[in-house]
Nanobody
Framework: QVQLVESGGGVVHAGDSLRLSCTASGIDFTWINMGWFRQVPGKEREFVAYSIWHGQRTSYADSVNGRFTISKDNAEKMLYLQMDSLEPEDTATYYC???????????????WGQGTQVTVSS
């Protein structure tokens, strides 16, 4: 049974940093492409970043490019999202996702965590 579990969310002020973590089990993590998405109530789930299975190629949404960094540790079966210079607009529930496809479309990823809340106050 595939299980993805996010952690690291919280309440911070604008300009602060947070690091989200996602631990994986029940999946051959090394060969899986992984992504981070976020969602606010009433809106569609939004792409944030993804990493190809080997971790050497990444992609970011324009809104977070230069502020967020995704990293994939295959040895530890962990996915991270380092978030710097946080803005109130980054407030959302953040989800990690995995699958054999890649890209910005959440439908590419069959495996999802339960989400972790990030709240950024101004």
């Amino acid at each position: 049974q595939v299980q993805l579990v996010e952690s690291g969310g919280g309440v911070v002020h604008a300009g602060d940093s947070l690091r989200l973590s996602c631990t994986a089990s029940g999946i051959d993590f090394t060969w899986i492409n992984m992504g981070w998405f976020r969602q606010v109530p009433g809106k569609e789930r939004e792409f944030v970043a993804y990493s190809i299975w080997h971790g050497q190629r990444t992609s970011y949404a324009d809104s977070v490019n230069g502020r967020f960094t995704i990293s994939k540790d295959n040895a530890e079966k962990m996915l991270y999202l380092q978030m710097d210079s946080l803005e109130p607009e980054d407030t959302a529930t953040y989800y990690c996702a995995g699958g054999r496809n890649e890209g910005q479309d959440p439908r590419n990823y069959p495996y999802w965590g339960q989400g972790t809340q990030v709240t950024v106050s101004s």
